[in-house]
């Protein structure tokens, strides 16, 4: 067979070969002369039958850079650390025994006291030294405008105190939202008509941010999504001298499936309505529609534009590309939130083995980062953060 013959071909079989050993003629080389087979001897060091070809002219060969982990390791284009983590923390006070969530395996309701410290100090132990603080409400307390909110004495400001107490350093996030006190499940107030009334709302949320500030806050988080909360927010607070206290907006929040097991968590997803009070069964009239892109640049203008520290999207698997939109809108640090759906489906496909937990955690914790996240909100911050410390 000459040249010619192979170039139509691609490959030809050579003379006294061994049945499966073959000349592969590269169709890109072409112009080459054909390599010919080492009279068919297999090559040391492959399987038999592997095809013996000429070598391709790369100038440029990626995977030389993938050769070895200390390489791989060295070019790293970004890292996680504990130091990137914010630990959401359910408490309660209705008992003094940690209650597990069912929908959320080996994340638990907090007692109020000693194991809402003894949990900090663990994740502390792992170099996780932010948390988030949410409090799951006694139903008595709850009512239509959730004053509980602000209560100075209220489990969500008592948590606060009692962590800054115990760690000074500790950077303690809280959530800014009526929905854990609110009966009707909203984050805002509900008119008869099932209307999220915003400005209305926002004088609570004003409320409820300082008094968290009072209690020793450091970050305080609106998850919302009212209109210009941020804005009446950071007013709110420095008119009662707490201009150093943060504030990390839910920037891009979304209505999303995947809170379903918080609600568990906390019991506060909206409730049935009545006759004479419409209560909307979702929270599709101030969340962000999750198709949409282009309205997360519009809350991101304003959002930065009313003075927020850091800008949040939220959920955070299946919105990596608002996580980059952000990272690439404006310079504030962005967050991320891994949330409660997506804690609950690695949990339950690991504990059938049908994935491998450790490394499908740290795949996803890596590519909140690649996007562009610098802080994530996860419920896997201490198993993560062992897992980051070589703990199997
Ligand atoms: C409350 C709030 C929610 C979450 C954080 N803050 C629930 C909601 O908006 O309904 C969800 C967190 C999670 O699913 O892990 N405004």
């Known amino acids: 067979m000459n040249t010619q013959q192979l170039r139509g071909l691609g490959r030809a079989p050579c003379t006294g070969c061994h049945r499966r050993s073959l000349v592969i003629r590269n169709?890109?080389?072409?112009?080459?002369?054909?390599?010919?087979?080492?009279?068919?001897?297999?090559?040391?060091?492959?399987?038999?039958?592997?095809?013996?070809?000429?070598?391709?002219?790369?100038?440029?060969?990626?995977?030389?850079?993938?050769?070895?982990?200390?390489?791989?390791?060295?070019?790293?284009?970004?890292?996680?650390?504990?130091?990137?983590?914010?630990?959401?923390?359910?408490?309660?006070?209705?008992?003094?025994?940690?209650?597990?969530i069912a929908s959320m395996p080996g994340i638990f309701r907090l007692a109020y006291g000693k194991n809402v410290i003894d949990y900090v100090a663990e994740a502390r132990s792992y170099g996780v030294n932010q948390v988030v603080v949410f409090p799951k409400t006694p139903d008595h307390l709850k009512t239509p405008t959730a004053e509980e909110a602000f209560n100075p004495n209220g489990l969500s400001q008592r948590t606060i105190r009692l962590l800054k107490d115990n760690f000074p350093d500790l950077e303690v996030y809280t959530d800014v939202a009526l929905d854990p006190y609110n009966s009707d499940g909203h984050d805002g107030i509900v008119s008869d008509a099932g209307v999220i009334l915003n400005d209305e709302t926002i004088e609570y949320l004003c409320r409820q941010a300082v008094s968290q500030a009072q209690a020793g806050a450091d970050v305080v988080s609106p998850s919302d999504m009212m209109d210009g909360r941020v804005g009446a927010i950071r007013r709110a607070l420095?008119?009662?001298?707490?201009?150093?206290?943060?504030?990390?907006?839910?920037?891009?929040?979304?209505?999303?499936?995947?809170?379903?097991?918080?609600r568990d968590a906390l019991a506060s997803a909206p409730k049935p309505g009545q006759a004479?009070?419409?209560?909307?069964?979702?929270?599709?009239?101030?969340?962000?529609?999750?198709?949409?892109?282009?309205?997360?640049?519009?809350?991101?203008k304003a959002d930065e534009a009313e003075g927020a520290d850091i800008m949040m999207v939220k959920p955070g698997m299946p919105y990596l590309d608002v996580v980059r939109l952000l990272r690439e809108t404006s310079p504030l640090p962005v967050a991320v939130y891994h949330v409660s759906g997506e804690y609950a489906m690695l949990k339950a496909a690991a504990e059938r083995g049908w994935?491998?937990?450790?490394?499908?955690?740290?795949?996803?914790?890596?590519?909140?980062?690649?996007?562009?996240?610098?802080?994530?909100?996860?419920?896997?911050?201490?198993?993560?953060?062992?897992?980051?410390?070589?703990?199997?």
């Not at 599709?284 to 997360?296: F, I, L």
């Open 355 to 392: 994935l491998n937990e450790k490394d499908a955690v740290l795949e996803a914790m890596t590519c909140f980062r690649r996007a562009g996240a610098d802080l994530i909100l996860t419920y896997y911050g201490i198993e993560a953060s062992k897992w980051l410390a070589g703990e199997k």
């Open 27 to 100: 169709v890109a080389e072409a112009t080459r002369p054909a390599v010919v087979s080492t009279n068919g001897k297999a090559r040391a060091g492959v399987p038999e039958g592997t095809p013996i070809v000429t070598p391709q002219d790369l100038p440029s060969r990626p995977r030389r850079n993938r050769r070895s982990e200390t390489f791989r390791s060295a070019i790293r284009e970004c890292i996680v650390s504990p130091a990137n983590f914010i630990l959401p923390i359910f408490v309660h006070e209705e008992g003094s025994t940690n209650i597990p």
């Open 238 to 262: 420095d008119r009662e001298g707490f201009t150093n206290v943060s504030i990390m907006s839910y920037t891009a929040k979304y209505a999303s499936a995947y809170y379903g097991p918080f």
């Open 276 to 300: 004479h009070r419409r209560i909307p069964p979702n929270k599709k009239t101030y969340q962000m529609d999750p198709a949409n892109y282009r309205e997360a640049v519009r809350e991101a």
